[in-house]
């Protein structure tokens, strides 16, 4: 079942309290969080590869990661929910927010 769409608008809103980073979209028939990053060297992207790592390895919940060179894509669902979009991937996303504050 898909979340409501004001739930949804809601989460996204906290999620996005700091920055606007994230969207949800629909992609090959699953619902996706879905956020972009950008980083001034290869070491920082890896540095906060590391960190989301440590983090969906803590939550149990693992995103899809997409990288080269300074850049990186997270797609974030919950396949045994049907692959939609639910509070663990609002976690994770808030996870991943939270890594990039503490970046030197």
Known sequence: MRPLATELATRLTQVNAAKQRW???????????YATYKFK???RTWDFLNGVA????????HPEIFTVYNRVDLWLTTHDQGD???EKDFDL???ANDVISKLP
């Open 93 to 95: 996303a808030e996870g």
């Open 84 to 86: 939609v979009v639910t």
């Open 23 to 33: 969207s949800v979209v629909e992609k090959q028939g699953k619902q996706y969080l």
């Open 41 to 43: 060297s290869f070491k």
């Open 54 to 61: 440590t983090c969906a390895h803590t939550q149990r919940h």
